[in-house]
């Protein structure tokens, strides 16, 4: 088992940055893929940003490309999400997730196993 663990949400203003951290627990997750994904108000969970157990692939959804930078830092077993030049349309409840083995797409939720609670991102206009 893995417990995640969510961090750095808050409200800001448009144009605005923000950091998120998932802390992961229970596991070494440094052979992990770890993966962002975000659910709107009314919207389905949909794919932000993935990261391999290395670092070395990356992937982005077009949405934030450009503007989010996902990363880790295997000593700590903890994932990052730079988050710049924000808008309204970010707003959402960001979730981490990972999986330890390859299930599935990368950007489909569907193949992550663990999850973590969410934390809420609102951005003002």
């Known amino acids: 088992q893995v417990q995640l663990v969510e961090s750095g949400g808050g409200l800001v203003q448009a144009g605005g940055s923000l950091r998120l951290s998932c802390v992961a627990s229970g596991r070494t997750i440094s052979t992990y893929r770890m993966g962002w994904f975000r659910q709107g108000p009314g919207k389905e969970r949909e794919f932000v940003a993935t990261i391999s157990g290395s670092g070395q692939s990356i992937s982005y959804a077009d949405s934030v490309k450009g503007r989010f930078t996902i990363s880790r830092d295997n000593a700590k077993n903890t994932v990052y999400l730079q988050m710049n030049s924000l808008n309204p349309e970010d707003t959402a409840v960001y979730y981490c997730?990972?999986?330890?083995?390859?299930?599935?797409?990368?950007?489909?939720?569907?193949?992550?196993?663990?999850w973590g609670q969410g934390t809420q991102v609102t951005v003002s206009s």
């Open positions: 997730a990972t999986r330890p083995s390859n299930i599935g797409p990368y950007y489909s939720p569907g193949a992550y196993v663990w």
